[in-house]
């Protein structure tokens, strides 16, 4: 194998899988498709933004490899993640004679890779998946550890299952094609890996915030194997978020489904919700006496200087404490909050008194965007 690649595994006994890293792999998905898998019928699920584009490199790859591909494309955008398009796919599916030797591949960012693992997970059962992430958020985050879902209109991520792939193939090279504001949401997540679980990653990514807004390749691999290396345990150790350590990854998302949720999934993109979520959870921690104002500060200075919103003002706090209670972290009516204590180290929180919440929530601050 070639020895710019960097791999990941993901011990999960016989559930277990590689994650390849490597500039230029979309061109080459075929060769790991065929590592992970014998079948030779595969079905891409990809977005209408990347049908003609990096869809289209991989069908072609797969062709050449001597795989009968079939190409399903779903509109662009959250609102995909629905019982609709779902069940279209499922029809598609059936359409196309796919079947248990049919492998699924999805070429996306985190809906595409959601929903496409969700269409693998359920139908005839459940087929391979192949996760080529083609955002920073996906390759980073929602293309490792198998969760694979739809939202529902009043909760997100509500219906879905944990299915791992069986591969995952990220090919940094399409990130510099992602428009700024994508790119950006990506970074939300690269950030919040620093302040739950590596002080020292959030200090490297402090002093590579240029190279980091040039795409420079070389951290962009740094970045994206250190997150799926922290992802990858936190999945070996917990893959169905029974002990509390993967629900640390849920760092601000109590605050961020909220926030996505009242807006009808349209407004933010999900790394931005994570970063208002990520600043509403330290002052959450901070009202309870959890963490110091120098962490808040360093945090915020961080999302800022990667152009991610901090505050958003104008959402009734009402609907979004409502939209909370449908949250899947919500155990017996008690909301229960990823809290940091110190950079690098977070705690789950329960029984915080709504009054506290609902001021977390209602701190002044800029508009997204700003
Ligand atoms: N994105 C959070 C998780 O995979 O658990």
Known sequence: MDTDIIRVPVDLSDRGYEIYIGSGL???????????????????????????????????????????CDLLTIPAGESSKSLRILEELWGELLEIKADRRTVVIAVGGGVVGDLAGFVAATYTRGLPLIQVPTTLLAQVDSSVGGKVGINLPRAKNMVGSFWQPTGVVIDPL???????????AGLAEVIKYGVIMDDEFFTMLENHVAEIHARDPEILANIISRCCQLKAHVVEN??????????????????????ETVTGYGRFLHGEAVSIGMMCAARLAAMLDRVDEAMIARQESLLRACKLPVAVSDLDTE???????????????????????????????????????RQALSAPGTSPGS
């Open 26 to 68: 979309l061109r080459k998905t075929a060769s790991f498709v065929q590592a992970a898998t014998e079948l030779t019928h595969a079905v891409v699920i990809t977005d209408s933004n990347l049908k003609t584009t990096h869809a289209q490199i991989v069908a072609e790859n797969l062709a050449q490899s001597g795989i009968t």
């Open 174 to 184: 399409v990130l510099h094609t992602l428009p700024d504001r994508e790119y950006q």
């Open 238 to 259: 917990d893959e169905r978020e029974t002990t509390g350590l993967r629900a640390i990854l849920n760092y601000g998302h109590t605050f961020c489904h909220a926030f």
């Open 319 to 357: 609907a979004l404490l409502e939209a909370m209670q449908h949250d899947k972290k919500v155990e017996h009516g008690k909301l229960r909050f990823v809290l940091p204590i110190k950079l690098g180290h977070v705690e789950l929180v329960n029984d915080v008194p709504l009054e506290l919440v």
